[in-house]
């Protein structure tokens, strides 16, 4: 089992940035896609953004996010990151990072998730 570790949240005003971190230990996870998910209160959580299985591989983006956040992956530091630029309010949430539950196989819902960190807030203030 893989632990994920994330960092990087706080209060910050709209227009602002914030990165997170996710830090892997555990059972390797080479050959598995991670990703980064997000729930607001009283809302489902919801897929961000997703990475394959290596720093180049593709990245697919939740349709609120894109142009605005980037995902990418340090395999040498087991850490995975987002990068959140032009924050919205409607971006608050407590997100939480994600490790794909089967071999090169692309995370598309929560069911696609083999491990989860304990989640970090992200506050946009107005």
């Known amino acids: 089992q893989v632990q994920l570790v994330e960092s990087g949240g706080g209060l910050v005003q709209a227009g602002g940035s914030l990165r997170l971190s996710c830090a892997a230990s555990g059972r390797t996870r080479s050959g598995y896609h991670m990703g980064w998910f997000r729930q607001a209160p009283g809302k489902e959580r919801e897929l961000v953004a997703t990475?394959?299985?290596?720093?180049?591989?593709?990245?697919s983006y939740a349709d609120s996010v894109k142009g605005r956040f980037s995902i990418s992956r340090d395999d040498a530091k087991n850490t995975v990151y987002l990068q959140m630029n032009s924050l919205k309010p409607e971006d608050t949430a407590v997100y939480y990072c994600?490790?794909?539950?089967?071999?090169?196989?692309?995370?598309?819902?929560?069911?696609?998730?083999?491990?989860w960190g304990q989640g970090t807030q992200v506050t946009v203030s107005s």
């Open positions: 994600a490790a794909g539950s089967r071999l090169y196989t692309a995370i598309m819902t929560t069911l696609d998730v083999a491990s």
């Open positions: 990475i394959g299985i290596w720093s180049g591989s593709r990245t």
